[in-house]
Nanobody, 116 residues
Framework: QVRLVESGGGLVQPGGSLRLSCAAS????????LGWYRQVQGKLRELVAT???????NYADSVKGRFTISRDNAKNMVYLQMNSLKPEDTAVYYC??????????WGQGTQVTVSS
């Protein structure tokens, strides 16, 4: 089991920035893919960004150029830097660790609200 704890959410004005952090309970070198997902009430959870063990990244079209996923292997941390935030970015953001199809783990989620 991998425990994930997110932090960094909050209320931000449009155009502002926020950095989300996710602390993993074990070495992230053992995790195939780390990612960030988000969910709005009444909507399906959607992919925001992922990073494979080899360093490859994948972003949702809606956040390309604005969000950046990164990791610090020494600290077992994964981050999501969010810039130029828009009201439509408002959602609960979840950290995800994908080991394989049978073993996937999620954090508790952190609320991000973009509003003036």
């Amino acid at each position: 089991q991998v425990r994930l704890v997110e932090s960094g959410g909050g209320l931000v004005q449009p155009g502002g920035s926020l950095r989300l952090s996710c602390a993993a309970s074990e070495s992230i070198l053992s995790i195939n893919t780390l990612g960030w997902y988000r969910q709005v009430q009444g909507k399906l959870r959607e992919l925001v960004a992922t990073m494979g063990s080899g360093g490859s990244t994948n972003y949702a079209d809606s956040v390309k150029g604005r969000f950046t996923i990164s990791r610090d292997n020494a600290k077992n941390m994964v981050y999501l830097q969010m810039n130029s935030l828009k009201p439509e970015d408002t959602a609960v953001y979840y950290c995800n660790a994908y080991i394989n199809y049978y073993f996937q783990y999620w954090g508790q989620g952190t609320q991000v609200t973009v509003s003036s």
